[in-house]
């Protein structure tokens, strides 16, 4: 799995599930189908049919990786909640599945973005929906000022050829979710399909993803993410512990103990490379470990957690941190993880390196310390191989 989100988004944003997106949508006065989160498979829905039942993990492409099921009695709806819940879907265990009342109408494309280089927003919109949209060539945009109204003028140019019907319940629409993103502080907000007809237009998904940095400042969104620990754990650990550490893997063999976002990156993108399969991304941030090897061990902890561990690779890259007293930390958190039965290797590179490797040479004999990455990349391979 990319670290793109890293499931998908940046280490700094965060995808909601599709009720939570909707949820954020209909308190913005967008229009969404009648719908119910189960999570369990006995649960009776009193929602009039057909029905979809989505799974609801923090990923994309659900759809054509079986996560989407379309359902014209109540008996499918139980086979495919019962058969979705417990499974696992792009690296995702299914927890909680969405039945909803199926939307009609033709299907457009609807979003607005926040884009960086121009310190303003993007509005898209498509002429159809549906999962092949980056490929149909049917996507417009333009952008604008931070305002919802630019973004109106803006939808309104790329709406101009649409049945006049429902042109302005569109109009509405999107200046909505351009309200809704700079309310939210989002980094995106994707409408995809969006039905429409001249009965309404409704929202049959959503897509939203959440700025974690802007969190403190929004308790609705704050409140989501904490109510799903389990959904949301990458996020709810980034907030509880102010630091990253996102699960890439949960069959991951190689546990990373890493800091510095783009250093953490090319390694995992050098041991994909070598077939290895890492865990996780970490960007612990020594600094601010004042003494006491609690970070490490909350780290050691998550990673020990999964079976198919088979190394821990700790790779830091020091600046103004003394490597020696970071080798004391790493060491007592070690010898306090009683879990952490797979061989750690150690790159560290930086300031007071050569006491660093006295240290951890003395307190963990047989644990290879270098600065060579190579060497550390190959002891990965070596472990990982024997394990295997």
Same mark, same amino acid.
């Given at each position: 799995?990319?670290?793109?989100?890293?499931?998908?988004?940046?280490?700094?944003?965060?995808?909601?599930?599709?009720?939570?997106?909707?949820?954020?949508?209909? %308190?913005?006065?967008?229009?969404?189908?009648?719908?119910?989160?189960?999570?369990?498979?006995?649960?009776?829905?009193?929602?009039?049919?057909?029905?979809?039942?989505?799974?609801?993990?923090?990923?994309?492409?659900?759809?054509?990786?079986?996560?989407?099921?379309?359902?014209?009695?109540?008996?499918?709806?139980?086979?495919?909640?019962?058969?979705?819940?417990?499974?696992?879907?792009?690296?995702?265990?299914?927890?909680?599945? &969405?039945?909803?009342?199926?939307?009609?109408?033709?299907?457009?494309?609807?979003?607005?973005?926040?884009?960086?280089?121009?310190?303003?927003?993007?509005?898209?919109?498509?002429?159809?929906?549906?999962?092949?949209?980056?490929?149909?060539? %049917? @996507?417009?945009?333009?952008?604008?000022?931070?305002?919802?109204?630019?973004?109106?003028?803006?939808?309104?140019?790329?709406?101009?050829?649409?049945?006049?019907?429902?042109?302005?319940?569109?109009?509405?629409?999107?200046?909505?979710?351009?309200?809704?993103?700079?309310?939210?502080?989002?980094?995106?907000?994707?409408?995809?399909?969006?039905?429409?007809?001249?009965?309404?237009?409704?929202?049959?998904?959503?897509?939203?993803?959440?700025? &974690?940095? @802007?969190?403190?400042?929004?308790?609705?969104?704050?409140?989501?993410?904490?109510?799903?620990?389990?959904?949301?754990?990458?996020?709810?650990?980034?907030?509880?512990?102010?630091?990253?550490?996102?699960? &890439?893997?949960?069959?991951?063999?190689?546990?990373?103990?890493?800091?510095?976002?783009?250093?953490?990156?090319?390694?995992?993108?050098?041991?994909?490379?070598?077939?290895?399969?890492?865990?996780?991304?970490?960007?612990?941030?020594?600094?601010?470990?004042?003494?006491?090897?609690?970070?490490?061990?909350?780290?050691?902890?998550?990673?020990?957690?999964?079976?198919?561990?088979?190394?821990?690779?700790?790779?830091?890259?020091?600046?103004?941190?003394?490597?020696?007293?970071? @080798?004391?930390?790493?060491?007592?958190?070690?010898?306090?993880?009683?879990?952490?039965?797979?061989?750690?290797?150690?790159?560290?590179?930086?300031?007071?390196?050569?006491?660093?490797?006295?240290? &951890?040479?003395?307190?963990?004999?047989?644990?290879?310390?270098?600065?060579?990455?190579?060497?550390?990349?190959?002891?990965?391979?070596?472990?990982?191989?024997?394990?295997?």
């Amino acid at each position: 799995m990319s670290p793109m989100g890293f499931s998908a988004w940046g280490r700094s944003e965060v995808l909601l599930i599709e009720a939570d997106g909707k949820t954020l949508l209909a %308190s913005h006065g967008i229009p969404v189908p009648k719908g119910v989160v189960v999570t369990d498979a006995a649960a009776s829905v009193a929602i009039d049919g057909p029905w979809i039942v989505k799974a609801q993990v923090p990923a994309g492409g659900r759809g054509k990786a079986g996560g989407i099921v379309r359902c014209t009695s109540t008996d499918a709806v139980s086979d495919a909640v019962h058969r979705l819940l417990g499974s696992r879907l792009k690296g995702h265990r299914i927890d909680a599945c &969405l039945v909803e009342q199926a939307a009609q109408g033709q299907e457009r494309y609807l979003a607005v973005m926040v884009d960086a280089a121009s310190y303003g927003l993007r509005v898209i919109y498509a002429d159809q929906g549906g999962v092949e949209i980056e490929q149909s060539g %049917s @996507a417009h945009s333009r952008l604008c000022a931070l305002d919802a109204d630019a973004v109106a003028e803006a939808l309104a140019d790329l709406i101009a050829n649409e049945p006049p019907a429902w042109r302005g319940q569109v109009a509405a629409i999107g200046k909505a979710l351009a309200e809704m993103l700079i309310a939210q502080e989002l980094a995106l907000a994707e409408i995809n399909p969006l039905f429409v007809g001249e009965a309404g237009c409704v929202a049959g998904d959503a897509k939203i993803v959440v700025d &974690l940095n @802007a969190v403190d400042r929004q308790p609705t969104i704050a409140a989501m993410i904490a109510a799903r620990p389990d959904i949301y754990a990458d996020a709810n650990r980034k907030i509880a512990e102010g630091f990253d550490y996102v699960e &890439l893997d949960p069959e991951g063999e190689i546990g990373l103990v890493t800091t510095g976002a783009g250093l953490s990156m090319m390694l995992i993108d050098e041991l994909t490379a070598r077939g290895a399969k890492p865990l996780n991304f970490c960007d612990i941030r020594t600094g601010q470990m004042r003494g006491s090897p609690a970070r490490l061990l909350r780290v050691l902890g998550w990673i020990t957690a999964h079976a198919s561990l088979k190394a821990i690779l700790v790779n830091i890259f020091a600046g103004i941190t003394d490597l020696g007293e970071f @080798a004391n930390l790493l060491a007592a958190a070690i010898q306090q993880t009683p879990d952490l039965r797979v061989p750690v290797v150690a790159r560290l590179v930086g300031r007071n390196a050569a006491e660093a490797r006295r240290i &951890l040479n003395a307190a963990q004999p047989g644990m290879l310390v270098t600065e060579d990455l190579s060497e550390a990349l190959a002891r990965m391979e070596a472990v990982v191989e024997a394990g295997r």
